[in-house]
């Protein structure tokens, strides 16, 4: 019974390990820090108003996210509004510029990211450096 | 582990995992066709050859993306760690990004240049037609990029304060069950048993142990795992079951699965148990539980059916009770609960005056340890504490029988 129970786990462990998951993008990692340390944070920063702030600066860095996700997204649509885009992508993909602008996409999101390191800094001036070690180890 | 390799399971079925990748590896499947359909469709050796030094310029140019990703991602990560990290950390991640990107454009550019040369506008256009029959091609033309589902509103981390929680864990949010007050045991009252998470005690005088064929004296230990599988929809087992005292077995195993609809301010919440064949058979438990979870204050109530129904090698006249249990609990601060329990139940329709009204309290204080969130928690309840109309005599309180739990459950995101 027990080495059944061994062996399915080792199964699994294996099945994990040799999963072919891909690197997740920025946002979502991003997003992955933010909400992780938003649901503790009141566990962490006893003062209300400041683990309030704080909570509510890991739920914009969700948003943000989202706006990080929207602007890969329009700088993928750029890459098929480019001077060098005849022949249409649906006939060429190499001569229309899609696939070379799709590998190396223009940096968009620059708004978003200039927010972000914002709202990291001003996480930084909320939580002493104790609080803000405790909540950089959840995640 | 094996909760985690399920959880992991799904998320791939479900494509979770793929929506969560960056497009690199689509942009080296669309690569890797382009080359063979080059290979293929490029007749003349000295310009197939052009072609594919082209294609590799590509395939550099692509791992090169995929590493200034890499580097850039993991600058932020480092930054966001430090604690006297400035502006000046965060710019240092961005300002190498941005000039290797204008370096890989134009070496693009250039491989472009050179893959137009190698080949006919014949053979491109049949290498285009392969390339772009393939599903992943969709990256390259926004035009048939599928529309994205909304991202879920339901944040994927553990859940902290007891009186925040939700009825079910978070998508991808693990639980270790050894302690009582929480979502998944509430309400698992069955006909001949009550279980909870934990090490628990229960207690009656000698003369209701006569009465009832019961131990005196009765000291179970119950654990298990609760997962998250989907953003509002949770499996849990307490498949460690056992009776220590006064003589031990081991005890059925419980299986619970949760579906959860949150609304602005409460959830509803349908949840299935089912108990694996002990001494009455197999024990099914559907209900349904509604929640008002709050930033100090928490209620949730339930109402369920409990039956024991027998074995098909042991059948028995099946046992069929109701109960509807009330939790009130209150954080006294984010770190410290309370609770007060009770409701109605009756243990079996079959029996007259077997209606019952009990009374239970709680505490536990919650610590983060890590990355994980840990629930010390103990309850002192009274299962059959009023019986407002027995079947003999009147109504009656009755404080000596009680039960006492004690025990601790873990949190953790699973990925």
């Not at chain 2, 994927?156 to 949010?173: D, F």
Request: some cysteine.
């Amino acid at each position: 019974m027990l080495s059944s129970r061994v062996l399915v786990g080792a199964l699994a462990l294996l099945a994990v390990a040799c999963s072919a998951r891909q690197p997740p993008r920025l946002a979502v990692e991003l997003t992955a820090r933010a909400t992780a340390k938003a649901g503790v944070v009141r566990l962490v920063v006893s003062d209300a108003a400041r683990a309030e702030r704080v909570r509510a600066i890991y739920e914009e860095v969700t948003s943000l996210a989202r706006e990080l996700d929207r602007a890969r997204v329009a700088a993928r649509a750029e890459c098929h509004g480019e001077p060098r885009k005849q022949p249409a992508v649906a006939s060429d993909p190499i001569a229309s510029g899609a696939l070379g602008c799709s590998i190396a996409p223009p940096l968009g999101a620059r708004t978003a990211l200039e927010r972000y390191i914002q709202l990291m800094l001003e996480a930084r001036s909320l939580l002493s450096q104790g609080e803000f070690e405790r909540l950089a180890r959840v995640r | 582990m094996l909760w985690v390799a399920l959880a992991t399971a799904i998320m791939l079925l479900s494509g979770e995992l793929s929506r969560e990748a960056d497009d690199g590896a689509t942009l080296a499947r669309l690569l890797a066709a382009l080359r063979q359909s080059t290979i293929q469709d490029v007749a003349d050796a000295e310009r197939r050859a052009a072609a594919l030094r082209a294609l590799a310029s590509f395939e550099l140019g692509l791992a090169a993306y995929r590493r200034q990703l890499a580097t850039f991602k993991a600058c932020i990560t480092a930054a966001d760690a430090k604690y006297s990290a400035t502006r000046a950390d965060y710019d240092a991640c961005s300002e190498p990004l941005e000039r290797e990107r204008a370096s890989l454009r134009a070496s693009l550019l250039s491989a472009q240049s050179e893959y137009e040369a190698a080949v006919t506008e014949a053979e491109r256009t049949r290498v285009a037609r392969t390339v772009l029959a393939l599903p992943e091609a969709r990256l390259l033309d926004p035009a048939r990029a599928p529309h994205k589902a909304p991202l879920p509103t339901r944040s994927r981390a553990i859940e902290g304060v007891m009186s925040e929680r939700h009825l079910t864990l978070p998508r991808n949010v693990v639980g270790i069950m050894y302690g009582p007050l929480s979502s998944s045991t509430f309400g698992q009252r069955f006909p001949s048993r009550i279980i909870d998470a934990g090490t628990t005690y229960a207690h009656q005088d000698q003369s209701l142990a006569d009465a009832t064929g019961a131990p005196a004296n009765l000291w179970n230990t119950r654990a298990g795992v609760r997962v998250g599988m989907f953003d509002d929809f949770e499996v849990g087992a307490l498949f460690l079951a056992f009776q220590l005292a006064p003589k031990f077995r081991f005890d059925p195993v419980l299986i619970s699965f949760t579906q959860q609809f949150r609304f602005a301010g409460f959830d509803l919440s349908i949840r299935t148990s089912f108990q694996t064949p002990g001494d009455t058979g197999w024990g099914l438990n559907p209900g349904a539980l509604l929640a008002f979870p709050g930033r100090h204050l928490a209620a949730r109530v339930g109402f369920f059916v409990p039956m024991e129904v027998g074995t098909l090698k042991h059948p028995i006249a099946p046992m069929v009770g109701l109960n509807a249990p009330l939790r009130v609990t209150y954080n006294l601060v984010p770190s410290v609960f309370v609770t007060a329990e009770s409701g109605v139940s009756y243990d079996q329709l079959a029996l007259k005056g077997a209606l019952n009204v009990p009374l239970g309290f709680g505490a536990g204080y919650t610590v983060l340890a890590g990355s994980k969130v840990i629930d010390l928690s103990a309850s002192l309840a009274w299962d059959h504490w009023l019986a407002p109309a027995p079947a003999q005599g009147s109504a009656r309180l009755d404080w000596r029988a009680f039960r006492v739990v004690v025990g601790a459950s873990l949190y953790f995101q699973a990925l």
